[in-house]
């Protein structure tokens, strides 16, 4: 995708699934072909178009209710859609029932068997198919130890830690080599380390079976630093799919700018290719493919605002409110009435009235889409909220 | 402050010890006194030893006379009703507790309670009810005829009293069943399809070695009542399979007091020990796998 530079933004949204997979010579595995699915008359997914290509990482990110879930338990063949269809291999698989599609899937909070060890969990779907005993045995020590729990074969799962938990089942998802894993939020019920520890173990487990995973977090961080292609969903409808870097450097619209790290949007309008207008100043920027004078949404990350004197500054604005985060400050910063919010090592006093400057690839612009004025302003922003709605949606889904 | 705490946490407990005391010990100290006792209240095993040896005459198929240990056969005859009926109710109350666990949960509420309300009626009441219905004559057999299907003479034989047992204890299947159909997650099924397994090997692998537990508490519930049971036999098996539980009402109405206290406490050692061996042999398939 590094490709794709900034100067041909906005115009790839479409080629850009295709060239996705099929560039790198990769095999198609699942497509989504404008799935919907409603309940109760409330829509759920809204004609969404997946593909999901061999050895990916792919992460389903989005805020509880957004359809990922639901997304997940289709390919697993739990949900049937209304309309649309699932393609495994390009057959058609709508009808097949889960325990006929060779995908597997890791639940959120695990759904080992109670009444069986280690062991049994693990073996179960190879019991179910009849492979013979010393295989059967053979297969669950080497799964048993690709997910670091060997000689625990006769513990009761029920006694595990979560974290242990968690590799059980993901080692019985694996044990018959499916050609697609599915993990439904599987790291939401642990701790915050050990949390971090399983991504990378998840990741690396990836890597070493070469199985397709189809990941569904909320968590924007952990899609970040786990996937290969995350899919940004919104409200039953893709927002946009791209590699960490694409979704966080070239967020498609005003939800995906914000949901991915924090944001300042602010309305603008692109006077002509490389030049936009906002907050009362024009500036450079990356971007062309606009009409004369269309209003956009345009988005700077914090982090790539600097602070400048006054009198160097292409917009100036009062600190307002200063925090200290450990490894930088952050500042909100009150230009024209919009509150920005600025990342700096160099700290400025409240009260203050600075400088700010930006530099042309620290902007980005996009379309206006109904999220936009949606997102993006900090003027309501305080620490104490954002973690408050955070848990929210832990809890939620 | 801790120490008052506990003592009056012991104290709040007294009134079910002495309840438990006067209602559960007492009566069961005394059934053992008498079995072992003859009406002089003087220690002695004849009544133990004369329901292992108590004969008495029948007359067989053929006309011939035998002799046989009358209270072994009354005890067995019980044995093999009780067991029958708990295994009708164990196939009947197993597919209902589980469609029942699988309703919405307001169909749950009516169901349980449509279950329940025949347990409200005297079961007196319900076995001359049954009565009515099973006999020649009754409403059973006027329905059949009404549809030219013929009449089933079934009073008077042992399906009548099996009938009679399964329909008074079947609830005692399906209740504990049920409670643990109800808990059972879902996650678990949706595992085991994606793992593999399609709907009968869901309910062999994992469905059933779940709900083990209530079906250890049902099978409980359903068999110690029908081995004990009395009076529907009577009612039903028109007096032609006296069962343990009649003989035991049999001698205590003739006033063999002792004699009908050890038919009850020798009943209840059997039941103890086929309670413990089951109990142990459940555990151990429950811990160890399917």
């Known amino acids: 995708m590094y490709l794709f530079t900034s100067h041909s933004r906005g115009l790839w949204l479409f080629s850009f699934v295709k060239l996705r997979g099929e560039e790198l010579g990769m095999k198609k595995i699942i497509e989504l072909r404008g799935i919907s699915k409603a309940y109760d008359g409330e829509t759920v997914l809204d004609h969404i178009h997946l593909d999901i290509y061999d050895n990916e990482f792919l992460t389903l990110l989005g805020p509880s209710g957004c359809g990922k879930t639901t997304t997940l338990r289709m390919i697993g063949g739990f949900e049937q859609p209304d309309e649309g269809d699932v393609m495994f291999l390009g057959e058609r698989i709508n009808d097949l029932p889960p325990h006929k599609r060779n995908v597997n899937t890791v639940f959120q909070k695990y759904a080992l068997f109670p009444h069986l060890n280690v062991f049994d969990n693990v073996a179960f779907p190879l019991k179910e198919r009849k492979v013979p005993k010393d295989e059967i045995e053979q297969k669950v020590t080497e799964m048993l130890k690709l997910v670091k729990l060997s000689g625990f074969e006769k513990r009761n799962v029920t006694r595990l830690s979560g974290g242990q938990q968690q590799r059980v089942a993901i080692a019985r998802a694996l044990v018959n080599h499916p050609q697609v894993l599915l993990l439904d939020e599987p790291l939401g019920a642990l701790d915050l380390k050990l949390r971090k520890d399983m991504q990378q173990e998840l990741k690396n487990i990836q890597k070493a079976t070469g199985i397709t995973f189809v990941f569904v977090t909320h968590d924007q961080e952990e899609a970040l630093s786990m996937s290969d292609t995350i899919v940004v969903m919104s409200e039953g409808r893709i927002q946009q799919i791209g590699t960490p870097t694409d979704i966080y450097n070239e967020p498609q619209n005003a939800f995906v700018a914000d949901f991915i790290g924090e944001s300042n949007i602010v309305d603008g309008v692109m006077r002509e290719d490389y030049k936009v207008t906002f907050s009362g100043h024009t500036f450079q920027c990356v971007d062309k493919g606009f009409a004369k004078n269309e209003p956009v949404d345009v988005v700077v990350r914090p982090e790539d605002v600097d602070i400048v004197p006054l009198e160097k500054g292409m917009l100036r604005g009062l600190v307002t409110s200063v925090t200290f985060m450990g490894v930088h400050y952050e500042i909100i910063i009150d230009i024209g009435g919009f509150k920005w919010m600025i990342q700096t090592t160099d700290f400025v006093a409240e009260g203050e009235q600075v400088g700010l400057f930006i530099e042309p690839d620290a902007i980005h612009i996009m379309k206006k889409s109904e999220y936009s004025g949606m997102f993006g302003d900090y003027s309501s922003f305080s620490m104490e909220l954002d973690e408050l709605s955070d848990a929210e949606s832990e809890d939620a889904e | ?290």
């Open chain 2, 1 to 290: 402050m801790k120490r008052r705490g506990d003592l009056a946490a012991r104290w709040s407990l007294a009134p079910y010890s002495v309840w438990a005391l006067l209602f559960i010990l007492v009566p069961l100290v005394f059934v053992a006194y008498y079995a072992f006792t003859d009406t002089d209240m003087h220690f002695t095993f004849d009544n133990i030893r004369k329901f292992f040896t108590a004969t008495s005459t029948v007359t067989g198929d053929n006309g011939e006379t035998l002799q046989v240990r009358t209270y072994m056969v009354i005890f067995w005859r019980s044995v093999k009703l009780a067991v029958i009926s708990t295994v009708v109710c164990l196939l009947m109350g197993y597919p209902i507790a589980y469609i029942i666990a699988r309703a919405t949960p307001k169909v749950q509420k009516t169901v349980i309670t449509l279950i329940m309300i025949p347990m409200w009626m005297n079961f007196l009441i319900r076995t001359y009810a049954w009565m009515t219905i099973l006999q020649d004559t009754g409403i059973l057999n006027n329905f059949l005829a009404s549809l030219h299907l013929g009449r089933m003479h079934i009073i008077g034989t042992e399906s009548a009293v099996v009938i009679g047992m399964v329909y008074d204890y079947l609830p005692y299947m399906i209740l504990p069943i049920y409670s643990i159909m109800a808990k059972l997650d879902l996650k678990l099924l949706e595992a085991a399809h994606d793992l593999g397994c399609n709907g009968i090997s869901t309910l062999r692998r994992v469905v059933f070695p779940l709900s083990l537990p209530g079906v250890v508490s049902g099978v409980t519930m359903v068999l110690i009542p029908s081995i004990s049971t009395f009076y529907i036999s009577q009612k039903l098996g028109n007096g032609k399979f006296f069962l343990i539980g009649d003989a035991i009402e049999g001698q205590y109405v003739a006033n063999n007091l002792h004699f009908a206290a050890a038919i009850a406490f020798i009943l209840m050692v059997i039941l103890l020990i086929a309670m413990a061996l089951m109990k142990r042999y459940t555990d151990k398939s429950v811990a160890g796998g399917v």
